[in-house]
C-alpha cells in the first residue's frame, strides 16, 4: 500500500499516517520528494486492506491511498500458477480442452429438451444446458418449468451421456439444483448476491459464475473468491458481455478479459455469444473470435425451432446452425493451440513456469 | 408494437408476420411507404411483449421490431397519477415531503448506535438507517453483526421514535428483518434479484429499492414491478449512482433520473449522495443538488467517529457535519417547493391532474 | 511515481529499472515488502512521465507503474490556489458570480437573433449564446448561417449589451470568430482538438471548454492546460453530459463534476443542462441542481418559438421558462452562498487559504 | 417514422401533428389501438429527419418519435450491397483481402523508420504506417516529427514498395499529408471533427476512420458519410475500442462491431488492437480474434526496440513477436475464410445478393 501525502502536509499529519500504520502491526516506510513525502506500507496488508483505505484516506494530509495487493487471492494466478481444470463424466473444463455447452435458454417440456439434447450431443457439444429457473426482467413473462425442468434435464443427460448445467437463484434452491445437475451457474443479475455465492460454495459441485453486466474484472474475480474461499475451487467464469453506451448489441462482448483472465486467474474461462449479442446471425463470429483469442470455450443457446421458443428465440440457433458452428470450432480452436506453441508467442508478465499463455 | 419489414421483404413475408400476430388475437395494420412496409399492431400487446419481440424479430424479412407499450405498469404514472405516499410513525414519505435517512453504514455496537441515532434525530433525521447485513466486495471485510445488529437499531428506534431502515440480502432474512425495522432495503447488487424481489413483495413492510449500478431506469422499474405485483405497493426509489468510464467518484450520481423518474411513477425517489460519491466532502453539495432536482429526500451515513468505522468511514459525515447539511436542505428544500408552484414551471407530457412536477 | 515489482523479479531486473530512472537524473528508493519491491521515484518527474510510464511498464519484472503527480499543472489548484475570473464588459464569470448564457441554438436570422437577445437579456442573462458555426451529427442537417452569423450575434450584443459567445470548430476560424465573440467556444466534439486547442490559446480572447461526452475529468483538464499553455489564462470549464448506458435521456449530466472540479482547478465551471438531457422539461430542475452543487453557472438554450426551431428546439425554453428558470436560480444560488459561508461546510483535502468552498 | 400519441391525446393534437407532417409533403397514417393513437409517416422522411424528430417530440400529445430509416445512406450496404474495395500499390484493402497495418507509434528518425519498414515488410505487412503529426493528450508530450516525419515515411514506402497510412490532425495539413502518403488517417479524438472530415472528402486519397473512443456504431457511420458524401468514396472503418467502466484494459475493444458492420456498411473494416489494449502481451490474441470475427485486416505498432519508443511503447511489438503474429493471422484468416463458404453461415437478414457473410 502506498500513501501519498498532500503538497503542505505538516510533519504531525505524516506522524498520524505512521501511527496509524503500526496499530495494525504495519511499517510505515517514507520516501521523501522534492514536494511531498509518500509513505510505502511494509507488512500483511491484505486482512485489512479495505479498511485501511477507507481509514487513511480521510486523514488530514493525506492525497491518497494506493493498495499494490490484488484483493483477491485464492482465485489469482499468483497464488495457484497451474490452470484448474473439472472434470465432469469424462469431459474436462480448462487447460487447453475445448468446451462447448449448447441447449435451450429455457426447458419448455420433454419432447424439446431430449430432441435438443441429442442434437447437440452429436453436433459435439461437451456440456448441456437448459434453463429450469428462470431470471426474467419481466414479473409477467415465464419464469421457467422449475423442478420439472430440472427433472427433464437430468433425463436428457442420462440419454446422452452429456453433464449438464442449469442456473440457480436463491440459496433455499441450491440444494434441488445440485442434486439434479452436474454444474450449477450463477446467473449475470446474481454476480454479487453474496448469500448465493456462499451457499454455491458449499454445495459440492463445479460452479460456473457469469459476470455482472456492470461488473469490472475485478470484482468479478472477488465474486469467484467468494466460491472458492468458501470451499469449492471448482470455478468456471464466463464472460457474457458488459453494458456501455453501444445501443445496436443488447451489451457489448469484451473479448479482451479472456487473454487478461488467463494471465490474472487459474480459473477457466468460457465465453456465452448469444446473451451478449442477442442476435443469431452474430454468435457463429463471436464464438469463433472467443476461441481464437484463447477462451476455453463456449456456451450457446439451440432451439429446435428458435421462431417458436419463449425464450430468447432471437440468439438461439436452429440444429443446423449449431452443428456448423461446432465444426469451425474445433478447426479454429486446434489451429490456435498449434499457432501458440510458437516460442515468440506474447505473454504477460507472468514468470516461467506459471501460465500457458 | 411497430414491426418495420425490410426493403425487399415478399409479399409472403410479409404475409406470415400477419398471420403470427393473428395466433395472439392481435390485429396487423399495414403501412405502405416509399420503400418498404411497416405494420402496426393493434390489440392487448403487454401480456406477450418480449415474446413477440423475440419471436417476430427472427422472422424472414424483418427489420426490426419496436414495442410502444412501456413494461412496467402498476408502477407507471399513467396507471397510478397520484403521487404514492408512505406514513410510518408519523413521517410521511412521498409528495414533497422532506425524508432524510441517515446512521451508520454498519451497526459496530450498542453505544455508537444509540450515540448516532440521538445525534441524527436531534439534526433533523426523519428516518434511521444502520446496516445489519451487509454485502462486502470481498469476503473477508467485516459483515456486520447480523440479528444482533437488528436489535440495536430497534432500541435506537424505541428511543428515538424514529422509523428505521435496514438492508436485507435473501429470501430467508426477510421475515426477522421485517419484524425488527419499518423499512426493508434491497441493495444496489441485489436490484435484479428477483427470489428476493417477490419476497420483499410479500413481507407487508416497505421497501427501498436501489438502483443497480449498471441498470437502466427502465430495468429499475421493472424490479419495482416484480416488488409491487407480489402485494406490496409501498416502494421507494434510491438512486445510489451508476457505472461509467469516469473514476475520480466511485460511480457517476444521475440526478436527471429524480426529474424523470417523477414524471414515469408515482413512486417516491430518494438519493444516496454517500455511496455515488465515496467521498464525504461530495455530500452536502450533491445532497442540495439531489433536493433542487426535486427529490422526495436522501439517505447519508453518519459515524460518531468517521476515521475508526470499520466500513465506509471515508464517505460518513460527522454528527456536526450532518447537522449544517440538514440545515441547509430544509432551506433549499422550503425554496424549490415555492419556486415550482410558480405557474411557468416546465412539466413533461404528463396530463393536468397527474404529476406534481 | 511508484514502481512496483513482481513476485518473484530478480536482482537484475530491479537493478534495470533503478538504471532506466537514473539516466532521466532520477533518484530510485527501493523499498523491500515481504514478497516485493516497491521504488519510489524521488526527483522532477512531471516532464517526462508519460515516457516513462510507457517504457518501465514494460520493463521485465515490473508489475505496474503508478504516477502520483497529476498531469495537469497550470489549470491544477494546487498551482493557483485563488479562483480564476474572468471580466467581460462588466461581467465577471467564476468566484461565486452567476453566470446565465442564453440564446438560440443556432442563429436562424436577424429578427429571432434580436428578439431572443431582448428577451433574454431582460429575464436576467449575463451573457448571450448564438451558433453560427454548427457542428452536426449529419452531413445533410443545417449547418450555421457562417460568417453571417457572427455579425447578427454582435449586432445582438451591441443593443443589449451583453458580451456573446459562439463556437468555433477548426483552426482557419478562430480569427473572424474571435473577432466578432467575446468568448470561443470549443464543442465536445473537438475537445481533443489539439490544434483548435492551440490555435484558441493563441486568439486572445476567453474560451469556454464543454466536456467530450466520452472524456474523463482528468483529459478534460488536460486539454485546458493545451490552452492556457498556449497562453491562454482565461478558461471556463462546461459539463454537458456523458456518455453512459443509460438511454432515457441523450447524456447523463455529471453534476458531482461540479464541487469535484472545484477542489481540483481554479477555473470556472458551468453547466449545459440542455444539451445533457435532451429535453425541455427536465432544464429547469438540472439548472437548479447544478446551482445548488456550486457551479458558476449555466448555459441553455432560447427560442422564440422552438416549434419552429432548425435544431435542438426539444431541448429548448421559451421566453417564458427562461424567465420563469432565472429568476428561482438567482434564487436558489444566494441561499447557496449564503448556506455555504457556514463553519461546518464540508471540503475536500485543500489548504485552507486555497479554495472558496 | 413513427409517432406515438400519448394516452389521452386530444384530436386537435393529432391533427397538428397531421397538418405537421403535411407541411413537409408527408402522407400521415393512422392507426388507431386501444389507447392511443400511432401515426406512420409515409414520404421521402430523410432529407428533415433530424429535423422533423426535433419538432415532434415537443408537440402537445405526443409520447415518442422514432425514426425508421437510417440517417446514413451512402455509407449503407442497402443503398450499395457489394463490398467496396480499395486498390493501392497492387494491395487490396475489402473483400476478404487481409490487410495488415505496421510500423511505429511515432516516426522517431531515419533509421529506425527505415529499419522497421524492412522488417515489417519482410514478415507481410501490406501497408506500412508512421505517425508524423502526433495527437497527444499532453501539451508536454512529444508531437511528432511533422513533415520530416512524412518525407522518411516516403522515403520508407519507395524502398518497400508498401503503401503508407499517416494521420491528419487539422485542415491545413491535408494537402501535404495527402501528397506525401497513400492514405490518410483519421484518429479517434477527431472522428467528429466535421471540418477535418470534409477536407480529408476532397482530398481524392483513401481514407482511414478510426471509431471515436465515445462514439456509436451509428455516429462513426454519419462521420464516413460526412466524407463519402464529400466526394471520396474510399472509406476504412478502424475499431479501436471504446471506453467503458472497464480499467483493466486502456479501452474495451469491440469485436461485434466487426460482423455488424459488415452487416450495415460496404465499407472494409480493420481493427487496431494495440490502443485498444495498451499492453503488448494483449495484441496476438485480440488480433487473431479480429480475423477469426471477420475483420478485413489489422493495424499493430511495431518498434525496433519497444523500451526505447517515445511514445506508445509498452503496447508496441518487436520484430519477432510482429512476424509471429503475422504468419499466425495469415493461417486463421484463410481458415477463417474457407469456414464461412459453409452452406449453413449464419448471416443477417440481408437479401441474397448483398454480402459476402
Request: net charge negative.
Amino acid at each position: 500500500m502506498i500513501i501519498v501525502m498532500s503538497i503542505g502536509a505538516t510533519e504531525q499529519e505524516t506522524a498520524n499516517v505512521r501511527d496509524q500504520l503500526r496499530q495494525y502491526n504495519l511499517t510505515p516506510h517514507d520516501n521523501y520528494g522534492t514536494q511531498r513525502v509518500v509513505i510505502a506500507v511494509l507488512g500483511d496488508v491484505a486482512p485489512v486492506r479495505d479498511l485501511l483505505v477507507s481509514k487513511l484516506s480521510i486523514m488530514p494530509g493525506v492525497e491518497s491511498v494506493t493498495p499494490i495487493t490484488r484483493p483477491y487471492k485464492l482465485t489469482s494466478r499468483e497464488s495457484h500458477p497451474e490452470d484448474t481444470v473439472i472434470e465432469l463424466l469424462g469431459t474436462k473444463v480448462g487447460n487447453g480442452n475445448l468446451t462447448i455447452m449448447a441447449g435451450p435458454c429455457s426447458i419448455e417440456g420433454r419432447e424439446m429438451m431430449l430432441e435438443t439434447a441429442r442434437a447437440v450431443a452429436k453436433a459435439g457439444a461437451t456440456i448441456l444446458r437448459g434453463g429450469a429457473f428462470k431470471p426474467r426482467t419481466s414479473p409477467y413473462a415465464f419464469q421457467g418449468l422449475g423442478i420439472e425442468g430440472l427433472l427433464l434435464l437430468a433425463e436428457a443427460s442420462k440419454e446422452t451421456g452429456l453433464p449438464t448445467i442449469t442456473e440457480v437463484m436463491e440459496p433455499s434452491q441450491v440444494e434441488v439444483v445440485a442434486k439434479h445437475s452436474d454444474i450449477l451457474q450463477v446467473g449475470t443479475r446474481n454476480m454479487q448476491n453474496y448469500s448465493l455465492l456462499t451457499a454455491v460454495g458449499k454445495a459440492g459441485k463445479p460452479v460456473m459464475l457469469k459476470r455482472g453486466y456492470g461488473a469490472t474484472i475485478e470484482e468479478w474475480l472477488m465474486a469467484a473468491e467468494y466460491i472458492v474461499s468458501s470451499g469449492n475451487p471448482h470455478v468456471i467464469l464466463c464472460e457474457r458481455g458488459i453494458r456501455t453506451f453501444e445501443t445496436y448489441t443488447r451489451n457489448t462482448l469484451d473479448l479482451t478479459a479472456v487473454p487478461l483472465l488467463h494471465h490474472l486467474t487459474h480459473l477457466p474461462v468460457v465465453v456465452d455469444p448469444s446473451h451478449a449479442t442477442g442476435k443469431r446471425w452474430l454468435v457463429k463470429p463471436m464464438a469463433l473470435a472467443a476461441v481464437a483469442a484463447g477462451a476455453d470455450g463456449i456456451m450457446v443457446e439451440v432451439h429446435p425451432n428458435p421462431d417458436q421458443a419463449r425464450s430468447d428465440g432471437e440468439q438461439s440457433l436452429t440444429f443446423d446452425q449449431f452443428a456448423d458452428m461446432t465444426s469451425a470450432l474445433v478447426q479454429i480452436h486446434e489451429m490456435v493451440r498449434t499457432l501458440n506453441k510458437d516460442p515468440f508467442a506474447m505473454t504477460g508478465p507472468i514468470k516461467a513456469g506459471s501460465a500457458k499463455h
